[in-house]
């Protein structure tokens, strides 16, 4: 079985539908609430667990009830925290979530200042049992230790490359896969077009560069041209956490060995397939609906 680390943060979010998004300020009421764990990594590893990957949550919570809540949910999705630090009269982190009924959203997050960023106690783990290493850049002082052990023990790696408010060229230049989204590689390389930025962006380390940009599909770059995985046409419903599902199923299809054509087709199909309903994580296929999914685009 396929072995994958996801490195990174946890939240708990806290979902309201509303029929639009709020565009002054006001009291406004939502037609429905949901309460489920979230967080970039922690969201890629429930993916690489449906789709049959054996998988390792590698973060950080406090000792509140929430961080209680958030590994409970974790491991009930067959993910390991073993690994995980829960820091003593630590908040945890979480979000607030407003989904309209198109299913775009507004994330308003708290990255709890409790938690020690500290990442010096992830040389204890042995990296080289690994077939992949995925990182987010919400804790970039782990993201940047794991990479450095994997690319030491020869196991490939993927960055979830989003928006944050240290510079993640360092991060990028490691990775053998850097997945941005639009926000992150706009950030990164303060260019406002996808292609030059995308270009830009692979002259900047030696692995593969992506983007996604949600309904407008993925870009990327290899052997120095560029491609393009159109977006599957599918009844939104919530794209709270395609991004992170995304990420997750790539890892999946990179470990799995299959062409850069293939895993991007393959993540962009479990991705639309998570936004038919609502939350991060409820949407999420296992390998035998995304493979009946896909059947229909033969």
């Not at 994958?4 to 939240?11: D, E, N, P, R, S």
């Not at 309904?215 to 159109?230: D, F, H, P, T, V």
């Not at 991705?271 to 999914?293: L, N």
């Amino acid at each position: 079985m396929t072995r994958i680390a996801c490195i990174g943060i946890t939240v708990q979010d806290r979902i309201y539908s509303l029929k639009n998004l709020p565009f002054e300020g006001g009291k406004y009421q939502a037609n429905q609430y949901i309460e489920v764990g979230g967080g970039p990594a922690a969201t890629a590893a429930v993916a690489i667990s449906r789709l049959g990957g054996d998988v390792d949550f590698i973060g950080r919570v406090g000792d509140d009830s929430c961080g209680n809540t958030l590994l409970t949910e974790l491991q009930g999705w067959d993910v390991n925290t073993s690994y995980c630090r829960q820091y003593p009269g630590a908040r945890s982190s979480q979000s607030a979530i407003l989904v309209d009924g198109q299913g775009e959203r507004i994330i308003v997050n708290y990255p709890s200042p409790d938690l020690n960023t500290d990442a010096s106690w992830l040389e204890s783990i042995d990296f080289a049992c690994y077939d992949l290493v995925l990182a987010d850049v919400r804790w970039h002082e782990g993201a940047l230790t794991a990479f450095t052990l994997a690319r030491a023990a020869g196991v490939p790696t993927l960055l979830d490359a989003d928006t944050t408010p240290q510079d993640i060229t360092p991060l990028v230049k490691l990775a053998d896969h850097a997945v941005f989204s639009a926000p992150g590689l706009k950030k990164m390389t303060g260019q406002d077009d996808v292609i030059q930025s995308l270009y830009l962006a692979a002259g900047r380390t030696k692995g593969k560069v992506y983007v996604t940009q949600g309904g407008k599909g993925s870009k990327w770059i290899e052997n120095e041209r560029l491609y393009q995985q159109a977006a599957f046409s599918v009844n939104v419903v919530d794209t709270t956490g395609a991004g992170d599902v995304f990420h997750g199923a790539m890892a999946v299809a990179l470990a799995e060995k299959k062409p850069t054509e293939q895993a991007i087709r393959f993540a962009s199909a479990v991705a639309a397939m998570k936004c038919t309903h609502p939350g991060g994580r409820a949407g999420i296929p296992d390998r035998e609906q995304i493979e009946s999914f896909l059947s229909l685009y033969a």
